[in-house]
């Protein structure tokens, strides 16, 4: 029996990896969640039942609201990550961390994992500490960790105040679709593609490894809205504001030959799979 400690386990991505886990044979699973208390104070993490490995997803992750709070984002996603790598080093354990896009503008396509840490908010900056945390508890104490770096995540029942919830909800409101820019391109990974990187992980153990896990294709904010609006048969007109965003990124084109050659990992779902089901789904 494995058993996993699952942090952020009700938010987007845990409250549905922690079934997909849990109906694999062999697993179980011990849920950490925000009514368990503050990943940040060790004293959430001092009553858990020791585990064979920690999945550490807990962390405030919006990018815009980081460059209000970025000390509210330092104190969750880094020193969340430094009590869960305690609780490793206490235990034995393993930790999966899931880390983000840290490249800032790359200097060219696709972006693999060697090429130069850049980052350009708050939010990033956090998972940058984060990761050098990681790698020195591996160093220097032994632990085995391994880390994803996911793209753009997307799927049924994210918050709207993402981009494709957002162009869902509005094409089928029907009114007016509205965005920031419609020019800049992301590599969007679909829900059940990334469950499926993280149970690859977990079965998968390494000393200390960094992936990216994304689908290895990018699209811009029109292409999305066009997909949309052919999935569901709805012309809406659309508005720019044309206003470009801090430190704007235009392309993040994942290289994910290492996801595929190390953990075994291949994306399922292409984009217009993935906002179809959102679509078929109502949300």
Not at 9 to 37: D, H, I, N, W
Not at 126 to 138: G, P
Not at 232 to 247: A, K, L, P
């Amino acid at each position: 029996m494995t058993k996993v400690l699952l942090s952020g386990a009700t938010g987007f991505v845990g409250s549905r990896l922690g079934p997909k886990l849990l109906a694999r044979p062999g697993y179980e699973v011990c849920a950490l969640s925000s009514a368990s208390g503050d990943v940040a104070d060790p004293k959430t993490w001092s009553a858990l039942p020791v585990t064979d490995v920690v999945v550490h997803l807990a962390a405030r992750t919006f990018v815009p609201d980081s460059w209000v709070e970025p000390a509210a984002f330092l104190g969750t996603n880094l020193l969340g990550t430094v009590n869960a790598l305690e609780f490793c080093r206490s235990h034995k354990s393993r930790l999966v961390f899931l880390s983000s896009y840290l490249y800032g503008n790359p200097h060219s396509l696709p972006i693999a994992e060697d090429f130069d840490v850049l980052v350009n908010n708050p939010y990033a900056l956090s998972k940058k500490l984060a990761e050098e945390t990681c790698q020195f508890y591996s160093d220097c104490y032994g632990l085995d960790i391994t880390i994803l770096r996911v793209f753009n995540i997307y799927g049924g029942g994210q918050d709207d105040k993402f981009l494709i919830p957002s162009i869902v909800r509005q094409v089928q409101q029907g009114a007016e679709i509205n965005v920031k820019d419609l020019e800049p391109k992301r590599d969007f990974l679909y829900i059940d593609d990334l469950l499926d990187a993280v149970a690859c992980a977990v079965e998968h153990p390494h000393r200390f490894e960094i992936f990216n896990i994304a689908s290895g294709n990018s699209h811009s904010v029109r292409e999305v809205i066009d997909c949309v609006q052919k999935i569901t048969g709805r012309t809406v007109s659309v508005h720019s504001e044309n206003v470009r965003r801090q430190n704007e990124i235009m392309d993040t084109r994942a290289d994910i030959t290492k996801a595929r050659r190390m953990l075994g990992w291949e994306p399922r779902w292409s984009l217009e799979a993935g906002i179809a089901e959102i679509c078929r789904a109502g949300c």
